[in-house]
């Protein structure tokens, strides 16, 4: 690791098969040489890990009890998905391996990294405990204060022993949960704002979200994505029909089905990242850019995902309940008399 650099780390336990695409995820490190990665995997399969992505294969219940060793508790962790909620504690959980690094973070694999230290330079690190807002990517000072922020208190954040101990998704990692703590407690040492691309998970292409929109200044129209040695670069058509290009710090892509047209592998430095696939690199003009946009439909993205959840929510019927009930949830739950059951982030009435 370079000197010249404050050190970072991310800590991503992930239990189950890795996405598709997951190669192109650590092609996507790789070429971020001075920040490295430690996985906690189950998924054995025979991937190139590059020098700077460290895995320890092991099982979702030995994290459980690292958990507990960290915390001095029990903890709920039956379900891998629980995880989200222990993100923020990696700083105690896995203090070993974070020995000597300045900052910490967690990261989904759900992303392509673009070239993060371009985004994130060293007048952000020295003037901030916390690095942005998301799930996606935190990225924390590794000090006893900030990792054990959880011991502070804030107006509507749970308390921790209750986020560890019970099976709820309190969406603890992001939202007014984590960030309410730095928000009253390190005010002017929270940097909220992204870098990201987060696309919006509700469309079939790739268009960000209001949130990027606002802190990019990225226009609210469809992108496709150029990844090549390490730069990301999202491509879109301007108002004068030519291609407009915006770096971004990683495109976060929600969870989508993406394929590829080619075998991924430690040697792929250039491609094309689609709403749905991954190609070969090409020239884009405005012509071939109009041919990648996913084709119209009547239904909306995620037609059947959309009916099951409210299925779900009518019959209350979610193996692992989130804490926070939106306001379909609430109705719902009002209409059969459920709301003293949980917890509603919209006033009741």
Same mark, same amino acid.
């Given at each position: 690791m370079s000197k010249q650099h404050s050190t970072i780390a991310f800590i991503v336990p992930y239990f189950g098969r890795f996405n598709n695409y997951f190669q192109l995820w650590l092609n996507s490190c790789a070429a971020n040489p001075t920040i490295d990665w430690f996985i906690f995997t189950d998924d054995k399969r025979d991937y190139d890990y590059p020098p700077n992505v460290h895995v320890t294969y092991t099982t979702l219940n030995k994290i459980k009890q690292r958990a507990e060793k960290a915390l001095n508790c029990q903890v709920c962790m039956d379900k891998p998905y629980k995880l989200c909620d222990f993100k923020p504690f990696y700083g105690v959980m896995f203090a070993e391996e974070l020995q000597g690094y300045d900052f910490w973070g967690y990261c989904d694999v759900d992303l392509i990294w673009g070239d993060i230290r371009h985004f994130v330079t060293e007048d952000l690190l020295t003037n901030n405990y916390k690095l942005f807002s998301h799930g996606h990517c935190t990225i924390l000072r590794n000090m006893e204060v900030v990792n054990r922020f959880y011991?502070?208190?804030?107006?509507?954040?749970?308390?921790?022993?209750?986020?560890?101990?019970?099976?709820?998704?309190?969406?603890?990692?992001?939202?007014?949960?984590?960030?309410?703590?730095?928000?009253? !407690?390190?005010?002017?040492?929270?940097?909220?704002?992204?870098?990201?691309?987060?696309?919006?998970?509700?469309?079939?292409?790739?268009?960000?979200?209001?949130?990027?929109?606002?802190?990019?200044?990225?226009?609210?129209?469809?992108?496709?994505?150029?990844?090549?040695?390490?730069?990301?670069?999202?491509?879109?058509?301007?108002?004068?029909?030519?291609?407009?290009?915006?770096?971004?710090?990683?495109? !976060?892509?929600?969870?989508?089905?993406?394929?590829?047209?080619?075998?991924?592998?430690?040697?792929?430095?250039?491609?094309?990242?689609?709403?749905?696939?991954?190609?070969?690199?090409?020239?884009?003009?405005?012509?071939?850019?109009?041919?990648?946009?996913?084709?119209?439909?009547?239904?909306p993205y995620r037609f059947e995902e959309h009916v099951l959840h409210v299925i779900n929510i009518i019959f209350d019927n979610y193996s692992q309940k989130p804490y926070f009930r939106g306001t379909v949830s609430y109705w719902f739950d009002k209409l059969f008399g459920r709301t003293n059951r949980y917890d509603y982030r919209y006033k009741k009435s």
């Open positions: 011991l502070l208190e804030a107006k509507g954040v749970i308390p921790w022993q209750k986020v560890v101990s019970s099976p709820y998704s309190f969406l603890y990692d992001e939202f007014d949960q984590t960030n309410g703590i730095f928000e009253k !407690h390190f005010p002017d040492k929270y940097h909220w704002e992204t870098a990201a691309f987060d696309a919006n998970y509700n469309t079939r292409s790739l268009r960000p979200t209001r949130t990027t929109v606002q802190l990019m200044k990225a226009m609210n129209t469809d992108y496709v994505f150029h990844w090549t040695e390490g730069r990301l670069t999202g491509l879109c058509i301007a108002t004068d029909n030519t291609i407009q290009g915006q770096d971004f710090m990683y495109l !976060h892509l929600q969870k989508r089905k993406i394929d590829c047209d080619f075998s991924l592998s430690a040697t792929i430095t250039d491609c094309i990242v689609l709403h749905d696939r991954i190609i070969r690199s090409m020239p884009v003009t405005p012509q071939k850019f109009k041919q990648l946009l996913p084709n119209k439909s009547i239904l």
